[in-house]
Nanobody, 126 residues
Framework: QVQLEESGGGLVQGGASLRLACRASGRTLSIIRMGWFRQAPGKEREFVSGMRWNGDYTTYADAVRDRFTISRDNAENTVYLQMNGLKPEDTAVYYC???????????????????WGQGTQVTVSS
């Protein structure tokens, strides 16, 4: 199994920045790709960003492109989501997820991922 724990959420004003972290433990050698998703009240879980664990591929949802950056720290088995220029519509619980599926995968698909963290709350005021 893989265990994931998010941190770094908080309450900020519009235009502020936050850096989320997701630390992976357990069978980390099985991880092939990581993803960030978010879920606002009354809405479905939404893809935010994804990356191949080795760092050679990243992808972003249109809503966050040019504002958010996904990165990794292999020494700490941690993936980060740097969020700049936050907007009220970014308010959500943010989840990280890991995938060990071999071969092709759709990064934005919930079914790609096997393990999920418990989430961290991000609230952006007007």
């Amino acid at each position: 199994q893989v265990q994931l724990e998010e941190s770094g959420g908080g309450l900020v004003q519009g235009g502020a920045s936050l850096r989320l972290a997701c630390r992976a433990s357990g069978r980390t050698l099985s991880i092939i790709r990581m993803g960030w998703f978010r879920q606002a009240p009354g809405k479905e879980r939404e893809f935010v960003s994804g990356m191949r664990w080795n760092g050679d591929y990243t992808t972003y949802a249109d809503a966050v492109r040019d504002r958010f950056t996904i990165s990794r720290d292999n020494a700490e088995n941690t993936v980060y989501l740097q969020m700049n220029g936050l907007k009220p519509e970014d308010t959500a619980v943010y989840y990280c997820a890991s995938s060990s599926r071999s071969g092709a995968a759709v990064y934005s698909s919930l079914g790609t991922y096997s393990y999920w963290g418990q989430g961290t709350q991000v609230t952006v005021s007007s």
